[in-house]
């Protein structure tokens, strides 16, 4: 069923907080992959404010459905929807990344509750989705999978490993998505290695595609809905995304793929991410 309105202005008054958690994550951390953690906010908030069957507080409950955060480096944007979810405390976030503390940048499956997948190296995730997926035929368990990739992560060959195998085992209980933000570590991706036509080389391995504003909730929840209703073949979604969403002096800035930001830097990106959403609101 549809997103209705009223789920939309929730789904979206929530990202603009997890936003702005992320902004203090990345000031308490001292620096954090902050550009793809903004970019893939609404994806993750659909995700786990809507879609996702889990329960926090059992954590690992059997039953539920598996997310794979593939582009590991976006543990700070992971960690605050987590925190959110109250898989544990806030306070905790103050620590990231800090010496002992639970959590590295990337988050670890063995020491941060509700990590499905320890992730960071880049082109593993949907291999390990596939895995994930395969368990829920083999025990005939109804959980879904999800993994959500970078884009520039595609440059990895393991990435097609899976999809190919992803297509011979007619995984339709798995579904990946990539955020789609046009930028990696060090530029533009068309610039680094092609990725387009990208749509197409995904239906080449067989897999059916959606291609969305990764930012239009209606679209993400159609195109999610959708995946769950596709039978016999698995569902990519291309969600077309901006890097630093949210955050004016950020947005397709490659520079802000990993960067630090003091008090005041962080108030500023905060103001900007609260416009910009009331904008969205009165739209
Ligand atoms: C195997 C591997 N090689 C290199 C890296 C270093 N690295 C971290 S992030 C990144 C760029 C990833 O780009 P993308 O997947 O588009 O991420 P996003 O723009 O969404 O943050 C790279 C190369 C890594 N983590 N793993």
């Not at 992560?153 to 097609?160: F, L």
Request: charged share 25%; net charge negative.
């Amino acid at each position: 069923m549809p997103l209705s309105a009223e789920e939309i202005a929730t789904l979206q008054a929530k990202a603009r907080d997890l936003r702005c958690d992320m902004i203090d994550v990345t000031v308490w951390a001292g620096g954090a992959h902050i550009g793809g953690a903004l970019s893939m906010t609404d994806v993750l908030t659909a995700l786990y404010y809507k879609y996702l069957r889990v329960r926090p507080e059992e954590p690992d409950w059997p039953g539920r459905d598996r997310f794979v955060m593939s582009k590991g480096h976006g543990g700070v944007g992971l960690a605050a929807v987590l925190a959110d979810r109250g898989y544990f405390s806030k306070d905790l976030l103050h620590e990231f990344n800090h010496f002992k503390s639970p959590f590295g940048m990337h988050l670890d499956g063995n020491k941060v509750l509700g990590v499905d997948a320890s992730t960071g190296s880049l082109g593993h995730g949907l291999s390990m989705a596939v895995g994930m997926a395969m368990g829920a035929r083999f025990l005939t368990q109804p959980w879904r999978t999800y993994c959500l990739l970078g884009d520039g992560e595609c440059d990895e060959g393991s990435v097609w490993e899976a999809a190919m195998a992803a297509c011979h085992f007619k995984l339709d209980s798995l579904t990946a998505i990539v955020d789609r933000n046009h930028m990696m570590i060090d530029g533009p991706t068309e610039e680094v290695m092609h990725l387009e036509p990208f749509a197409d080389k995904w239906r080449a391995f067989g897999w059916v595609v959606r291609e969305i504003d990764g930012h239009d909730y209606t679209q993400i929840g159609e195109a999610i809905e959708f995946a769950q209703a596709t039978r016999e073949k698995p569902v990519v979604i291309i969600a077309d995304t901006v890097k630093g969403k949210g955050v004016d002096f950020m947005e397709n800035q490659v520079q802000w793929h990993y960067g630090s930001m003091d008090s005041d830097l962080a108030a500023r990106a905060k103001a900007s991410i609260q416009r910009l959403a009331a904008e969205v609101q009165h739209a």
